[in-house]
């Protein structure tokens, strides 16, 4: 076999850090050969994206490194100083796409200058010839008008343009290798294959070798010839693709497997890792995965585990025998069914009707204002003791529609119904309560986890000083927070424990309807484990009543009993979820299902069940809002669908149920939007 493309032995990295040093890498050891693709996964602060930044020379410049080899394409990087660096590797050997691409592209710059850049400041290329391949890869990433669109700045793309732009960017110099950090965490799910079919296609044209660091275990099960497992900054196992998902070997892989929601029965819980990731200023002398592994043996705490070989490229770092391992990757998992509770109260806890929401939405400073309806007639019932989803792309309404079922904005037309007679916004706070996407950004940083949770009792002048001491303290112990954390800050908790707080506080006011707004979307998937977990516990316990609003349909097909799917203002679809998913009505909700991507090893990203382009929120109306990314549109589409009710389901589309299902009709030609931004 030729000589690997990168090779890491003994990649050690030390950072300082108030108090002594942080030893963030410890030891990560692995090749990647040509045209071949390598997944990093592991939990957030395991090391994945200092590892592959240190890769371009990118790692903190207070930073320690040493290893026994370092290479990129034949560059010692050790070995180059930062000119060298720049001159030489990055760009034409080595190129990243960075997770946000908004942090990478300079908001003042027109993107053709950026992407030029990398010809132009390498001498590779004139301006000219450096223009024509930015224009072709333009086009080539599915960037429509792309010798005009040069001359724009970055706010005025969408979030999936931007990342072709810096995909674009990244192969202006033809690299041997494409490194990719979470490109697709911020991105919808369809976008989101879009860009995974679109690199992984790019990959295979070019014979680029990749590396792929996500948490998104499907993303990589689907396009990654070798997976490696970081943890606490080593890699505790590295496998081809197909041995690492059907037999994984060490205890924290089986873990992270298990808290994947994909592919689990619904009603059973699910595999979450107790405790997070250690601290590495003190690095264990045994295995840094031994406090949290329900199998670790008494020598685990105190002999450093080696790496050994568990089949044909196939290693672990682990001193647990194969045969000590369950045969079961759920057997890792506490699997038993949870109690359902009580049956569900007839009625609804929550109800919808006909709610309008426009913005009025500024073109400059001489354009007439445009009118933005982000509602447009929406009808929605929550009943007692169920889990609704809601479902869609961004900018299909999700948020608007949670702004108004919690009073935050009064709809235009249409009413909300809530299961009590009183409507004041105090009978309101403590009937429904919000859990959002991000817990830092809802949470007081100067506020500590017990005057957060407190804070509801004191505005609705809820018991005494004891009274909301005891009842903070219970709600911490029914959430899993440690009660030595009653005088922690929000900068001192770990992701899921700042959520954790943010479901305490939601709980305070003891509310019948809990509104989760993504709120696993920013987590790990072991983190997210436990986060769902506590939800159908506290459903259960409680009988609450859960709206969820997610991206994310793994989440959805585990945790919901119906399905809201939303497209562009409007209810599209809405069913059980096991007709959603098993046999969708609407051709949209056909495409969000395909897009959904669970692990299946080898199994590729299947194509796109939508044409390109996004439609304008701004436009007028005229027929079917979906009917120009259809790939079934008919002669009926350009008259607005009315929406059709069933047995337990409603559908707004012109096709008949059975010509859904049995394929394409006959095609109707309609002019795909251009994307269009506003202020």
């Not at 699997?335 to 009625?347: I, L, N, S, V």
């Not at 007081?444 to 017990?450: D, T």
Request: aromatic share 4%; glycine share 8%; charged share 20%.
């Amino acid at each position: 076999m030729s000589s690997p493309l990168v090779e890491v032995r003994n990649l050690q990295l030390s950072l300082p850090v108030p108090g002594g040093r942080l030893h963030a890498l410890r030891g990560v050891d692995f090749t990647l050969h040509a045209g071949h693709t390598l997944g990093l996964v592991g939990e957030s602060g395991c090391g994945k994206s200092l590892t592959v930044h240190t890769l371009l020379g990118l790692q903190p410049q207070a930073a320690t490194v040493t290893a026994a080899a370092l290479r990129v394409g034949g560059h010692e990087l050790l070995a180059s100083d930062e000119a060298t660096l720049s001159r030489e590797l990055r760009g034409r050997v080595a190129a990243m796409i960075f997770q946000e691409p908004m942090t990478s592209l300079n908001p003042v710059l027109p993107v053709g200058a950026q992407i030029t850049e990398a010809l132009t400041v390498h001498g590779l290329a004139s301006p000219a010839a450096a223009t024509r391949r930015a224009v072709e890869l333009l086009e080539r990433v599915g960037i429509a008008n792309a010798a005009a669109r040069l001359a724009q700045f970055p706010h005025q793309f969408s979030g999936g343009q931007r990342q072709r732009i810096m995909i674009a960017m990244a192969l202006m110099a033809e690299p041997e290798l494409l490194i990719a950090d979470e490109p697709t965490t911020a991105l919808d799910v369809t976008v989101q294959a879009e860009i995974l079919s679109l690199l992984d296609s790019l990959r295979r044209e070019m014979r680029m070798a990749m590396i792929l660091v996500s948490h998104n275990l499907g993303l990589v099960s689907r396009v990654c010839d070798d997976v490696a497992v970081m943890y606490a900054g080593q890699v505790v196992e590295q496998a081809p693709v197909q041995a690492l998902f059907g037999r994984p070997q060490h205890p924290y892989t089986r873990g992270l497997l298990a808290a994947v929601p994909e592919g689990q029965v619904h009603g059973t819980r699910l595999g979450a890792i107790a405790g997070t990731v250690p601290s590495l200023m003190s690095p264990p002398q045994g295995c840094a995965f031994a406090p949290r592994c329900h199998q670790a043996q008494p020598a685990c705490h105190d002999t450093a585990p080696p790496w050994v070989g568990r089949g044909v490229m196939h290693g672990v770092r682990c001193l647990l025998p194969p045969v000590v391992l369950p045969q079961s990757i759920r057997a890792d998992a506490d699997a038993a069914p949870r109690d359902p509770g009580e049956p569900a109260d007839p009625g609804a806890a929550l109800q919808g009707d006909g709610l309008v929401r426009r913005y009025r939405v500024s073109r400059g400073f001489f354009a007439k204002p445009a009118q933005l309806r982000a509602l447009d007639g929406v009808s929605l019932a929550l009943q007692r003791g169920e889990v609704l989803a809601v479902v869609g792309e961004s900018g299909c309404g999700k948020s608007t529609l949670a702004r108004l079922l919690l009073g935050l904005e009064q709809p235009d037309d249409g009413s909300v119904r809530l299961g009590l007679e009183a409507t004041d916004a105090r009978a309101r706070a403590r009937y429904i309560q919000p859990v959002f996407q991000d817990p830092m950004a809802s949470l007081n940083p100067r506020r500590s986890v017990a005057e957060a949770i407190a804070r509801p009792l004191e505005v609705h002048g809820l018991l005494d000083a004891a009274g909301r001491r005891e009842r903070v303290l219970a709600l911490m112990q029914q959430v899993g927070l440690p009660l030595r954390l009653f005088h922690a800050f929000p900068g001192q908790l770990s992701g899921g424990q700042r959520q954790r707080v943010a479901i305490a506080r939601a709980l305070a006011l003891e509310p019948q309807v809990l509104l989760c707004d993504e709120p696993t979307s920013a987590l790990d998937v072991s983190v997210q484990a436990q986060i769902l977990n506590l939800l159908a516990d506290l459903r259960a316990e409680r009988g609450l009543s859960l709206l969820l609003i997610t991206h994310d349909l793994g989440v959805v097909r585990h945790m919901a009993e119906r399905v809201l799917v939303m497209y562009l203002g409007r209810v599209v679809e809405e069913g059980p979820v096991a007709q959603i998913f098993e046999s969708p009505r609407h051709p949209y909700t056909r495409a969000l299902v395909a897009a959904a991507l669970p692990v299946a090893p080898g199994a590729g990203v299947p194509p796109p069940q939508m044409k390109p382009g996004r439609a304008d929120p701004t436009a007028p109306r005229q027929g079917c809002a979906f009917a120009p990314r259809c790939p079934q549109a008919i002669e009926s589409c350009r008259s607005e669908p009315p929406l059709r009710s069933g047995p337990g389901f409603r559908v707004a589309c012109h096709l008949a149920p059975d010509v859904l299902q049995a394929g394409p009709a006959a095609a109707l030609t309609m002019p795909h939007p251009e994307v269009t931004t506003w202020k």
